[in-house]
């Protein structure tokens, strides 16, 4: 990723050189995509490094979910069990709306469960809570 947005910004900046008005808008609309490209990376960087700090965090609690649901021959978590500890952490995000702590780990139930989109959205939201609660604000 890191080459393509160098190659993609180097190329930018070689049409925003060039004599052609043609090429200078050229040059600045390609310059737009590296623009996008790093902006994406250092979110999803950020994501990630968040969503493993709060996991270490419930880790040393004791709070993190086993990973021991049945899985298949193929490696694939068995549905019917996945769905059943979900309503746990389902019913415990429900009763504390405002915990990172429930929040992540219904995050990790829906991933279980193979709702991706669903996941990413709760943790997004944990990620929130958990930026904004004072004692991650005293550790920063």
Known sequence: MVLYLWASFSS???????????AKIIGYAALILP????????????????????????????????????????????????????????AEAEANPDSWRSLHRLALAYDAAGDRKRARSVMKDAIGYFLSSPDVARKA
């Open 12 to 22: 930018s900046l070689s049409f925003i050189q060039a004599e052609e008005p043609t």
């Open 35 to 90: 623009i996008v490209g790093t902006y994406i990376l250092i979110r999803e960087i950020l994501f990630g490094t968040r969503t493993q700090r709060m996991a270490r965090i419930l880790e040393s609690e004791g709070l993190l979910p086993e990973d021991d649901l049945p899985r298949s021959p193929s490696g694939r978590i068995e549905k019917a069990a996945a769905d059943a500890d979900f309503e746990q952490y389902r």
